[in-house]
């Protein structure tokens, strides 16, 4: 990313469509985060769903129209941040695989691609962040690495530095941290059964460290473990990374009234 000097970079925010209907809180403490860097956030109104479901799906014309939305929608801005590893692994990887070499799309994907990125992947490894505004939830915490973030854009670290900078914040490992926790988009509908006993593994996991929260970077994550959470009636909580490196605990965990 490349700013003239004393101008702020100009990050557009992909809120994802999780977020937008289930969790807009997770938009919020994203703006916040970004603002508090310095960052001059837009969010472009036209926004739409990234494509990762019908891509997946092996619907790849739906795909691409998807993403031809957002490519254009996005095109002008110093950076584009997603709270979400696996909708922004899409715009960087999938993208420029959804056109053909020669494709004036595909020049396009490759140019927004470039320019994409997780936001603590944003913050730690661009921004060059090293602390926010947290706040610590109450009690210890345990962190769940996101299959798409964590296998295709290497975000690990990231929101453990960003985490530990926190005052008063006690981060315990979990135990299988990187295996997924079974939801994988339409893997948990195509899947129920195995997606269930995956879950199940990770909420064990998670209620063994004795952490009073867990958290993640991908809502739709934190969405399925917080269901089986409740399920299982273990007392366990869930919330976006964000929501914490943004000092925003007062809200209800997700799932929660």
Request: proline content about 5%; glycine content about 10%.
């Amino acid at each position: 990313m490349t700013v003239s000097e004393g101008e702020k970079p100009r990050v557009a925010l992909l809120a994802t469509c999780l977020v937008d209907l289930f969790r807009p809180s997770v938009g919020f403490a994203a703006a916040r985060l970004l603002e508090d860097a310095g960052c001059d956030v837009r969010v472009p109104p036209g926004q739409t769903c990234c494509g990762q479901p019908a891509w997946n799906a092996g619907d790849e014309r739906g795909a691409r129209r998807l993403a031809r939305r957002v490519i254009a929608e996005f095109e002008g801005y110093d950076a584009v941040v997603l709270p979400s590893g696996s909708c922004a692994a899409t715009v960087i990887k999938d993208y420029p695989q959804m056109f053909r070499a020669g494709d004036r799309w595909r020049a396009r994907a490759e140019k927004l691609a470039a320019r994409t990125f997780e936001i603590t992947q944003f913050l730690a490894d661009v921004l060059g962040v090293a602390a926010t505004d947290g706040r610590a939830p109450e009690g210890p915490v345990t962190y769940h690495d996101s299959c798409s973030g964590l296998r295709s854009l290497g975000i690990k670290a990231q929101p453990r530095a960003l985490l530990g900078a926190i005052e008063g914040l006690e981060l315990r490992e979990l135990p299988e941290a990187e295996v997924c926790c079974g939801f994988g988009g339409t893997f948990c509908v195509k899947y129920p059964e195995i997606s269930d006993r995956m879950a199940a593994d990770k909420t064990r996991h998670a209620a063994a460290t004795g952490a009073g929260t867990i958290l993640a970077g991908d809502l739709g994550c934190l969405m399925n473990i917080a269901g089986k959470m409740s399920r299982e009636g273990r007392p366990v909580k869930a919330r976006h990374v964000v929501e914490v490196l943004a000092g925003m605990t007062d809200t209800p965990a997700i799932g929660e009234s």
